[in-house]
């Protein structure tokens, strides 16, 4: 799932817009600061979220889901958005909707 609303990627599909952006080193980096991990009772579903900051963006926000496949954990959903302070919501909200 992307920022966008638009936005619901395959693996195949983000792996292929992504791939050319980072061939010619325009890539991009995310540096996590804040990690929250829970697990299921039998541990081997566990979900998260995650405070990253970014060059371009600024503060984001991860979430994302993992499943234990024998001893390696596997990303099996994972979403990045922008946080959006409560004092700018309303005006961020009107700005959305003008473009729906």
Not at 22 to 42: A, E, L
């Amino acid at each position: 799932i992307g920022t966008d609303a638009s936005e619901v990627w395959t693996k195949e599909a983000f792996k292929a817009y992504a791939k050319p952006h980072f061939d010619k080193g325009r890539g991009w980096t995310y540096h996590p600061r804040d990690r929250h991990i829970y697990f299921s009772p039998n541990h081997d579903v566990a979900w998260f979220d995650e405070l990253l900051d970014n060059e371009s963006l600024g503060e984001t926000r991860g979430t994302g889901v993992l499943i234990k496949e024998g001893a390696k954990w596997k990303v099996t959903q994972y979403h990045l958005t922008m946080p959006i302070p409560n004092a700018l919501a309303d005006s961020v909200a009107s700005q959305i909707k003008t473009m729906q």
